[in-house]
């Protein structure tokens, strides 16, 4: 158990809708990432927050955004949800100052389908 | 651009026997390279951390090397198990402020009994 919970870990849901997907990073974590995964892709990296701020992006659509709150978890709002975006999607958190030094922790993922 | 390249793509062994796989990078200047596995549905878990003055580090039966000269680096498994049976992904870190991990695509490793 990585200490990143992840919710919901299934979501089926049609075109044109939207969903939020949810990560508590682990205790004392500031910083959490998301990662998209497509059958047989590699991670694909979206964005990052680092106590309560973005701090990086990386290939996120327009149609998706993310927050973290106060109590540092963060969701992941996808909007007008195309069948091309049925992927995992990842939430890692890594312990505060070392965003590229330390180690990163996975949550186990979320899986939207799209039909 | 920063980059991570990973081989071969896929593998397939018996179960028992040893197995090697690579990872070459461009990223400059490095900061740490990372071994993950990924069993198929679930979250990555590290299996080692490498940073630049480091050659080798050990994680039970997985041993990665590093040579930042070349800028390569190797996960070597011994006596495969079927458990092992993943994905395994090379993650590189570069040392400037904004940098961020750079990722392959993985090699998919079957273990066959």
């Known amino acids: 158990d990585s200490g990143v919970t992840q919710t919901p870990k299934h979501l089926i849901t049609a075109t044109g809708q939207r969903v939020t997907l949810r990560c508590s990073p682990r205790s004392g974590d500031l910083s959490v990432y998301w990662y998209q995964q497509s059958l047989d892709q590699g991670l694909q990296f979206l964005i990052q927050?680092?106590?309560?701020?973005?701090?990086a992006k990386g290939n996120i659509l327009e149609r998706f955004s993310a927050q973290q709150f106060p109590d540092l978890h963060s969701e992941l709002n996808l909007s007008s949800l195309e069948l091309g975006d049925s992927a995992l999607y990842f939430c890692?958190?890594?312990?505060?100052?070392?965003?590229?030094?330390?180690?990163?922790?996975f949550g186990e993922g979320s899986r939207l389908t799209v039909l | 651009k920063n980059q991570v390249e990973q081989s071969p793509q896929s593998l397939i062994i018996l179960e028992g026997k040893n197995c090697t796989l690579q990872?070459?990078?461009?990223?400059?200047?490095?900061?740490?390279l990372r071994w993950y596995k990924q069993d198929t549905g679930r979250g990555p878990v590290s299996l080692t951390i490498?940073?630049?003055?480091?050659n080798t580090k050990s994680n039970g039966r997985y041993t990665a090397t590093l040579d930042a000269d070349t800028k390569q680096s190797s996960l070597h498994i011994t006596a495969s198990q079927l458990s092992d049976s993943a994905s395994y992904i090379c993650v590189v870190s570069g040392k400037t402020s904004g940098s961020r991990l750079t990722f392959g695509e993985g090699t998919q490793l079957t273990v066959n009994p």
């Open positions: 890692a958190s890594s312990a505060p100052g070392l965003a590229t030094t330390g180690e990163l922790f």
């Open positions: 990872c070459n990078y461009t990223v400059s200047p490095f900061s740490n």
């Open positions: 490498m940073t630049f003055s480091e």
């Open positions: 927050y680092y106590n309560g701020e973005e701090r």
